[in-house]
């Protein structure tokens, strides 16, 4: 079992949850259920740890498969699928009726082409048939969550003479690569920080110089891990040159600093 082999590997044990949809119909059903539903909760940051095997890449297929939805990363190690109805709960949230979300898997449907078995369900609108399919992709589908906690808000806190060098930069980078970068302006605020976020930095390691007055030569390094209060840099000398996939694989749990 794939489930089994990665959660091994990862010392992962598996998950305290209620059993979902057919996953109860037999023992063997139940463990994946439980084993998937825990590495679904394991941090992106430890998929180095199982990069390389078969059963993590068999499992990547099929987690990332359209016929879930979109799927949907979310900085763990598998991801999920963003369906019509899963859409249409972010739509509607935080006023959920089995009316108004029919109706919204729906238009959600139509709108972003989704072809699941969930999104093939929503195009027809009949309420048994989109519960009896979603309860079959259980375990594969994204789900909300309505909380007290307030939407994300967005500050723009960039001084007038760096928003002016950013915009002669993009402005540069687009006319170079024939790109169209937003402006630096608060009203990007949100493209920005959403750009930042797809882009992974923890681990990012680079090379900047190396001395060779004496032997062996040493490489002067900069590297970003995760310290007890946020992403933060690791200088270090080493006498071999350090990558980025190098310094990833060497993060400890959480992307803890390495032992180099």
């Known amino acids: 079992m794939c489930a089994r082999r990665v959660a091994d590997v990862l010392h992962v ?9 057919y996953y109860t119909e037999d023992q063997q059903l139940t463990e994946y259920f439980r084993l998937l539903r825990a590495l679904q909760e394991v941090d992106e940051c430890r998929t180095a740890e199982v990069a390389a095997l078969p059963e993590f890449r068999r499992l990547q297929e099929v987690t990332s498969a359209r016929i879930y939805g979109r799927p949907r990363q979310r ?8 369906d019509a109805v899963s859409q249409a709960l ?3 949230a935080p006023n959920w009726t089995l009316a108004r979300l029919v109706a919204a898997a729906h238009a959600c449907a139509r709108e972003t082409d989704d072809f699941s ?25 994204e789900y909300e969550c309505l909380s007290a906690q ?23 980078f687009n006319a ?16 920005y920080w959403d750009a930042c976020e797809a882009n992974n930095i923890l681990g990012r390691c680079v090379r900047l110089g190396w001395d060779d007055i004496r032997e062996p030569v040493r490489h002067y390094h900069w ?20 990558t980025t996939t190098r310094y990833r694989e060497a993060l400890h749990v959480y992307g803890r600093c390495p032992d180099l």
């Open 13 to 21: 044990t598996p998950a305290d949850v209620p059993v979902e949809g």
């Open 75 to 82: 900085e763990k190690l598998l991801s999920v699928g963003r």
């Open 90 to 92: 972010i739509a509607t």
């Open 117 to 141: 078995l969930v999104g093939l369900a929503a195009r027809i609108q009949d309420a048994v048939v989109l519960t009896a399919l979603r309860e079959s992709v259980v375990l594969y589908d």
């Open 150 to 172: 307030p939407r994300r808000q967005y500050l723009w806190k960039v001084s007038d003479e760096l928003a002016e060098q950013a915009r002669r930069f993009i402005d540069a």
């Open 176 to 191: 170079l690569f024939g790109e169209n970068l937003p402006p630096p302006e608060p009203a990007q605020a949100v493209e």
């Open 223 to 242: 590297a970003i891990y995760r310290g007890p209060e946020g992403l933060t840099v690791q200088e270090f000398w080493h006498p071999e040159v350090w």
